[in-house]
Nanobody
Framework: QVQLVESGGGSVQAGGSLRLSCAAS?????????MGWFRQVAGKEREGVAA???????SYADSVKGRFTISQDSTKTIVYLQMNSLNPEDTAMYYC??????????????????WGQGTQVTVSS
């Protein structure tokens, strides 16, 4: 079992930055995981933002490339999403997700088993 808790959301003006954190706790032996960030606007489908595997390989949605950076701490229990140059289209509930596996998992919500409760990001123009 994996428990995920997001933090760091808030309100920011366009052009600003936020850093989201996802604290992961594991029961039993920790296997290799791919960690992902997703976002969802009410009434729309959840979309993938970025992912990182145990080896530090990353993938990003085209809409955030060059602006967002996913990283993890040395213990691999905290995953960060540094978001720069935010714009109103980035406004959404942001979710952390995890899936067992040693390689990058595609940024599709159905591919991830474990989810956090989400943290709201609001970008005003």
């Amino acid at each position: 079992q994996v428990q995920l808790v997001e933090s760091g959301g808030g309100s920011v003006q366009a052009g600003g930055s936020l850093r989201l954190s996802c604290a992961a706790s594991y029961s039993g032996y920790r296997r290799r995981f791919c960690m992902g960030w997703f976002r969802q606007v009410a009434g729309k489908e959840r979309e993938g933002v970025a992912a990182i595997d145990d080896d530090g390989d990353t993938s990003y949605a085209d809409s955030v490339k060059g602006r967002f950076t996913i990283s993890q701490d040395s213990t691999k229990t905290i995953v960060y999403l540094q978001m720069n140059s935010l714009n109103p289209e980035d406004t959404a509930m942001y979710y952390c997700a995890a899936q067992a596996g040693g390689v990058i998992i595609p940024l599709q919500p159905s591919a991830y088993t474990y989810w956090g409760q989400g943290t709201q990001v609001t970008v005003s123009s």
